[in-house]
């Protein structure tokens, strides 16, 4: 199948009809119309260049089908039942089989969660409730942490602490992304990282280690001495970074960014910020499939504030939903970030409960691990959220009465 562009379902955390999301893109009669159609939130199709007539016959074979279809630009709106999409896969012509394709693809991925990610030999399980993902930066200049973990002991203790607390991975990071912070060479990050992972290892906690890391010189002996999974901030700038997990086997997150690391710019301006982040995303994980990482062992990160203005990143954070249309499990990776402080005009420090209130809607919308500082606080969450589930509440075991202070 020629590759025509990405296809996203339009949801919306914060409340927003469908109505209200299809008026981004739509007429506001076509928008009412489209919602008449929707059996479930209509999808919005992002053509890649050279696409315009393959939109216009899948619009075709799709009104024909009985749903809604609308090109406007370089998109195709959609609203209907999958019964449309695939009468017009069967009816339509060649050249509207890569659109239509396409919207199946997004239909059954946001239906069919990806609940389960392969680290090695270790699996990790989100089917009953969002996994926790503990940082442990072993940076000196940490903005939060500030070094309280930069050494080999200083590691291994808060490790035991976070898994002992309820984190399912550890995230182990060498080097600080922020914009003030210097690029280290790999050789330095190597070297903090690596006597971590051994230390790790040899200790035994039963959960993934994952690296925070871009640089594949790094990632090839973080694996090398145990690590399971690579958190790449960059979105594979590193052109070897793929073929390098693929080698051992391990996980991979793939992250959106705009820009570069350590870098920032004036302002970051988006047209659509979930249809360009999405498409940035699906490009990088072909790439990395095509590098040979397994399928079930990819994941994706938005990556909230890495080129972003506060009013993207609330964007996105009322549209995460959006992202399940990829098929993946989702990292959400918010704790504490600057985006929060300029909200509420607090230090990184003060951030707990409006950092928890990010975590509670990016779990509501899909999010299977989210990396955060505050261990235990976040596996509650994560927990009374879980239980909320119906397959949950039939097994849960409760105590007789609540225990009195």
């Given at each position: 199948?020629?590759?025509?562009?990405?296809?996203?379902?339009?949801?919306?955390e914060?409340?927003a009809?469908d109505?209200?999301?299809l008026?981004?893109y739509?007429e506001?009669?076509?928008a009412?119309?489209?919602?008449?159609?929707?059996?479930?939130?209509?999808?919005?199709?992002?053509?890649?260049?050279?696409a315009?007539?393959?939109?216009?016959?899948?619009?075709?074979?799709?009104?024909?089908?009985?749903a809604?279809a609308?090109?406007?630009?370089e998109?195709l709106i959609?609203?209907?039942?999958?019964?449309?999409?695939?009468?017009?896969?069967?009816?339509?012509?060649?050249?509207?089989?890569?659109?239509?394709?396409?919207?199946?693809?997004?239909?059954?991925?946001?239906?069919?969660?990806?609940?389960h990610?392969?680290?090695?030999?270790?699996?990790?399980?989100?089917?009953a409730?969002?996994?926790?993902?503990?940082?442990?930066?072993?940076?000196?200049?940490?903005?939060?942490d500030r070094g309280r973990?930069?050494?080999?002991?200083?590691?291994?203790?808060?490790?035991?602490?976070?898994?002992?607390?309820?984190?399912s991975?550890?995230?182990?990071?060498?080097?600080?992304?922020?914009?003030?912070?210097?690029?280290?060479?790999?050789?330095?990050?190597?070297?903090?990282v690596?006597?971590?992972?051994?230390?790790?290892?040899?200790?035994?906690?039963g959960?993934?280690?994952?690296?925070?890391?871009?640089?594949?010189?790094?990632?090839?002996?973080a694996l090398?001495?145990?690590?399971?999974?690579?958190?790449?901030?960059?979105g594979?700038?590193?052109?070897d970074?793929?073929?390098?997990?693929a080698?051992?086997?391990?996980?991979l997150?793939?992250m959106?960014?705009?820009?570069?690391?350590?870098?920032?710019d004036?302002?970051?301006p988006?047209?659509d910020?979930?249809?360009?982040?999405?498409?940035f995303?699906?490009?990088?994980?072909?790439?990395?499939?095509a590098d040979?990482?397994?399928?079930?062992?990819?994941m994706?990160?938005?990556?909230?504030?890495?080129?972003?203005?506060?009013?993207?990143?609330?964007e996105?954070?009322?549209?995460?939903?959006d992202?399940?249309?990829?098929?993946?499990?989702?990292?959400?990776?918010?704790?504490r970030?600057?985006?929060?402080?300029r909200?509420?005009?607090?230090?990184?420090?003060?951030?707990?409960?409006?950092?928890?209130?990010?975590?509670?809607i990016?779990?509501?919308?899909?999010?299977?691990?989210?990396?955060?500082?505050?261990?235990?606080?976040?596996?509650?969450?994560?927990?009374?959220?879980g239980?909320?589930r119906?397959?949950n509440?039939r097994?849960?075991a409760?105590?007789?009465?609540?225990?009195r202070a």
């Open positions: 199948m020629t590759f025509a562009g990405n296809a996203r379902r339009l949801a919306s914060g409340g009809t109505v209200e999301r008026a981004d739509l506001p009669a076509d009412r119309a489209a919602a008449d159609f929707a059996a479930t939130s209509p999808l919005v199709f992002d053509a890649a260049p050279g315009g007539a393959s939109l216009a016959a899948a619009a075709e074979a799709l009104v024909a089908a009985g809604f609308r090109v406007v630009g998109r959609f609203a209907g039942a999958r019964a449309s999409l695939e009468n017009a896969r069967a009816h339509g012509t060649a050249q509207a089989a890569a659109v239509v394709d396409e919207l199946l693809r997004a239909f059954d991925a946001d239906r069919e969660r990806a609940m990610l392969r680290t090695r030999d270790l699996t990790l399980d989100f089917s409730r969002a996994g926790v993902m503990g940082i442990l930066n072993v940076t000196p200049d940490s903005f939060y973990y930069s050494g080999v002991d200083a590691a291994r203790a808060r490790a035991a602490e976070m898994v002992e607390l309820g984190a991975t550890i995230d182990i990071g060498g080097q600080s992304y922020a914009h003030w912070n210097a690029r280290i060479a790999a050789d330095e990050e190597r070297a903090r690596v006597p971590v992972v051994e230390a790790l290892v040899r200790d035994g906690l959960v993934p280690l994952s690296i925070d890391t871009f640089k594949s010189p790094v990632a090839e002996a090398a001495a145990g690590a399971h999974l690579i958190n790449d901030c960059s594979l700038s590193d052109p970074l793929a073929s390098v997990v080698r051992y086997d391990a996980a997150v793939v959106h960014i705009k820009g570069q690391l350590n870098v920032r004036d302002a970051y988006y047209d910020a979930l249809g360009e982040i999405s498409a995303l699906r490009e990088r994980l072909d790439r990395a499939l040979g990482v397994a399928r079930d062992a990819l994706v990160d938005p990556g909230l504030e890495f080129g972003k203005e506060p009013q993207t990143d609330l996105i954070l009322e549209r995460f939903g992202l399940r249309s990829l098929g993946y499990p989702i990292l959400f990776a918010a704790s970030k600057s985006f929060i402080g909200v509420f005009d607090l230090p990184a420090k003060e951030l707990l409960v409006p950092s928890l209130a990010t975590a509670a990016g779990i509501s919308a899909g999010a299977c691990l989210v990396r955060v500082h505050d261990i235990a606080e976040t596996a509650q969450l994560a927990r009374m959220m239980a909320v119906r397959d509440r097994g849960l409760v105590v007789a009465a609540m225990p």
